[in-house]
């Protein structure tokens, strides 16, 4: 079974500051998947990355196959990133079947 | 851009009623998801889906859910007999290839009373 684990749960940040959200899995994956929750619920995916990194906009994620690991960060962060941000690994074993971390809810203040 | 719909956004109804949420993934994709989120929790996989049958589903997809794809647009998720533990956001997804980015749909919030 995959065990998935975010940290920190909760973060709180002012305007501007760099924001890293982490993730450690147990299991041998095929990819891992960032999401970003809506206040309202609405699921995006962010990325999809199965080694190294990846950048968008302002948002940069990183994996380390070897390791377990991956990391989100977010540059010069906006109160419109405040959401819940969830780690979703794609074990090996499983197929499409995605587990999901408890997620990261992340406030920016202004 | 193309997005993936769902239908009810909102659904409430008795215990041991009948739902059936309705999706309508991306028109070329071809693998599909369903997912659920109780209050507070984790999102959990329901059931994948791909070329007309189920490819993999998860122990809490029981006897009591079914998926369907009925016709070329639309994929289904059939509760038979709702418990008050099936109140939960649901959420539908697709892609294209097996691995790769998945696109969400909104997600109907079911409430079982």
């Known amino acids: 079974k995959n065990e998935v684990e975010q940290s920190p749960q909760n973060l709180t940040a002012q305007e501007g500051e760099f924001i890293t959200i982490n993730c450690s899995y147990s299991v041998g994956i095929s990819a891992l998947h960032w999401l970003q929750q809506h206040p309202g619920g609405g699921i995006v995916s962010l990325f999809m990355l199965s080694s190294g990194k990846k950048k968008h906009g302002r948002l940069i994620a990183t994996i380390n196959i070897q390791e377990k690991h991956s990391s989100l960060h977010i540059t010069a962060s906006h109160p419109r990133d405040s959401a819940v941000y969830i780690c979703a690994p794609n074990p090996k074993a499983a197929g499409n079947k995605l587990t999901f971390g408890g997620g990261t809810r992340v406030l920016v203040k202004p | 851009e193309p997005e993936v719909t769902q239908t009810p956004s909102h659904q409430v109804t008795q215990m041991g009623q009948e739902v059936i949420l309705r999706c309508v993934p991306i028109s070329n994709h071809l693998y599909f998801y369903w997912y659920r989120q109780i209050l507070g929790q984790k999102v959990e996989f329901l059931v994948s889906?791909?070329?007309?049958?189920?490819?993999?589903k998860s122990e809490i997809f029981d006897d009591q859910f079914s998926v369907e794809r009925p016709d070329g647009s639309n994929f289904t998720l059939k509760i038979r007999s709702t418990k008050l533990e099936d109140s939960a956001m649901y959420f539908c997804?697709?892609?294209?290839?097996?691995?790769?980015?998945?696109?969400f749909g909104p997600g109907t919030r079911l409430l079982v009373l």
């Open positions: 997804a697709s892609t294209r290839p097996r691995v790769e980015t998945q696109y």
């Open positions: 889906f791909y070329n007309n049958e189920i490819s993999e």
